[in-house]
């Protein structure tokens, strides 16, 4: 296309920088048709990156990347930063096995100089980079490029207090700030920015002072914005960053592709002159450039298959409902029985299914915004003046909270249920996603039931068994749908630590092999069933363990410390994810994890038995 001209000869950030200031504007529209074209055929992050097309293309334009240190929080908004960075054409294969990630990654481009896919990392990642430069002497700043979702992390502002207090020469913080991370933000911080923002003496300074502008002659224009700007920052949330020891610029309006270099021109220059560190701040609009975005940034956050003309996703196809809406509908009939449960997520509520929870009770639903430390914490409080709090974290993100859950549950012995979504493999969303390491992190602590359920309808019964249970207990299920069995009607909990025996000498894939085998349905990583699965170990040829987690400390792990302490000396093999990076496109069956791989390894595991035996 003709208007994708200027795109289409960027390679790098230094085409980009030959470019005459004026066409910069032209760029930053071609990126944005661009991400809409690819995404609605490829999915992925849509309108967080749509909402930060202006800010990363000035950014690449003004400051001397990569020389100058980028780093994206999360990565949602990431993909105008891999258009400009040599990753064009590479869109075609983003979340596929083999092809780009969705996220930000070292070893995908020498621009991508910090990953994430967790948020609240930049502004750390960002200055520990300023000072590594500091020590060795090198030139370039860094610039942290961090949403007002992502700020309300503990973990930013851990980084901000350190930064104001070494006075950073070299860092500059950009605050995108577009009232969202991936729902409506919430907490005191970002209610503190869009009040000021939106309070009614804002509004009248800001009337008064178009007024004014408009009746002035033309040589008085430019001195009076600057004044109006300077205004603007006395009711801003300037004050605050001020206070952490920032020099505070904005707000600035983040799609006026003029103002936002003009911006970061004089950012670059105080930092020539020795300023310390920089927050800019600059509002934008999540979706900004393509109305269905705009109006429900939410729906258009991450995308699957889309029409760009209409707006519309491609039909799903019918079949079983989600584990997700599984545990949110389980949870919302438990809650109409016992008035002690409450949810919380962590600015996850869609996400965890929590937000159906919430219309049926506002005020027993708690979101901490992107803040899994107090999360924990502050479910741990409710238990401990006996209410029943459901902590629903994506398996990912609970690894943040670890000592929470370590010194602050378990060690109490508290009455928390950890619901974790998105347990195992998670498909395109790639590495940092993968929950992979909850069984080893959970499994060793004290007080702790570990369970994952074989199907929706086990699941349902396992969170009234986890709420049941007078101490920490954690379920977790996969994202995606369900098998498609019937659901039992009556919720049941589970007698604690007992397996299920499913098949006893005959299973479908083995039994062509000619092989005999018991298949347990454990459900319980802790406290394991060592009742039935010693005296099955005890007569069987091999064990096997299989299991969508990490080898390292997990289930299969947990079954041979079994049979060592109960000294049973047995064949066995346990199948898992490997002790590698994960990439996206992964799945059970290129791992080996489904029904031919599992059939396989059995056969494999008999076979070079029979042979040491002859031997």
């Avoid at 205004?231 to 020891?245: D, H, I, N, Q, R």
Wanted: proline residues 5%.
């Amino acid at each position: 296309m003709s208007e994708d001209r200027l795109l289409h000869e960027i390679d790098g950030p230094a085409d980009l920088r030959r470019l005459p200031r004026e066409q910069v504007e032209q760029v930053a529209d071609e990126i944005r048709h661009e991400i809409l074209e690819r995404v609605s055929q490829t999915g992925g992050h849509l309108a967080s990156s749509l909402g930060a097309v202006e800010l990363i293309t000035a950014i690449h334009y003004v400051f001397d990347t990569p020389q100058d240190r980028l780093v994206l929080d999360v990565g949602h908004q990431g993909y105008p930063h891999k258009m400009l960075t040599g990753r064009r054409k590479d869109f075609e294969g983003i979340g596929q096995a083999g092809g780009i990630s969705k996220f930000l990654r070292r070893s995908e481009s020498e621009f991508d100089h910090f990953g994430a896919g967790h948020a609240g990392t930049s502004i750390s990642a960002a200055l520990g980079m300023a000072r590594a430069k500091h020590h060795l002497g090198e030139p370039g700043c860094t610039i942290a490029l961090i949403g007002d979702g992502s700020i309300t992390a503990g973990m930013a502002f851990e980084a901000l207090n350190h930064a104001g207090h070494l006075q950073e020469k070299n860092l500059v913080v950009v605050l995108n700030d577009n009232e969202m991370s991936i729902d409506p933000n919430v907490g005191a911080l970002s209610s503190y920015l869009s009040r000021k923002m939106s309070a009614p003496a804002t509004r009248r300074i800001k009337g008064w002072a178009k007024e004014l502008l408009d009746s002035m002659p033309g040589d008085m224009l430019h001195w009076a914005r600057k004044a109006e700007e300077s205004l603007k920052v006395f009711f801003s949330p300037g004050l605050l960053f001020e206070a952490l020891g920032f020099r505070y610029v904005g707000p600035i309006q983040g799609h006026r592709m003029e103002v936002v270099l003009e911006t970061f021109e004089n950012v670059k220059e105080m930092l020539a002159q020795g300023s310390g560190p920089i927050l800019v701040h600059a509002i934008t609009e999540k979706g900004h450039g393509y109305e269905p975005a705009e109006r429900d940034p939410l729906k258009y956050h991450g995308v699957t298959r889309f029409d760009v003309g209409t707006g519309q996703f491609a039909p799903k196809k019918p079949g079983p409902p989600a584990y997700t809406r599984i545990f949110a509908d389980t949870l919302i009939r438990l809650a109409r029985e016992d008035e002690r449960i409450v949810g919380i997520t962590a600015a996850m509520a869609p996400g965890t299914g929590l937000d159906l929870f919430q219309r049926e009770f506002p005020d027993r639903f708690y979101d901490v915004a992107i803040a899994e430390q107090h999360a924990v914490t502050f479910a741990a409080g409710l238990a401990t003046e006996g209410m029943k709090p459901v902590a629903a974290i994506y398996s990912t993100f609970l690894q943040r909270a670890y000592d929470q859950v370590v010194h602050d549950v378990c060690l109490q012995n508290l009455d928390v249920t950890f619901a974790l979504d998105r347990a195992g493999l998670v498909g395109a969303d790639g590495a940092t996603h993968q929950g992979l390491y909850d069984f080893a992190y959970l499994r060793t602590l004290p007080n702790a039931v570990v369970m994952a359920p074989k199907d929706e309808n086990e699941l349902q019964h396992m969170l009234e068994t986890a709420i049941a249970y007078p101490g920490p207990a954690a379920i977790r299920f996969p994202r995606g749908a369900g098998v498609g069995v019937p659901m039992d009607p009556e919720i049941k909990a589970l007698p604690l630590g007992e397996a299920e025996l499913l098949r006893d000498g005959e299973a479908a894939e083995l039994a062509t092999q000619g092989i005999s085998a018991a298949v347990l349905n454990a459900r319980f990583v802790k406290p394991l069933d060592e009742a039935r699965l010693l005296p099955l170990a005890e007569h069987c040829a091999a064990v096997v363990t299989v299991e969508e987690h990490s080898l390292g400390g997990g289930f299969g792990s947990a079954v041979l410390e079994a049979l060592s302490a109960a000294g049973l000396s047995v064949k066995s093999r346990c199948l898992g994810v490997p002790d590698a990076l994960i990439e996206h496109g992964e799945s059970v069956t290129t791992l080996g994890l489904d029904a031919p791989g599992i059939a396989a390894a059995v056969g494999e595991l008999l076979r070079d038995s029979s042979k040491a035996d002859e031997a």
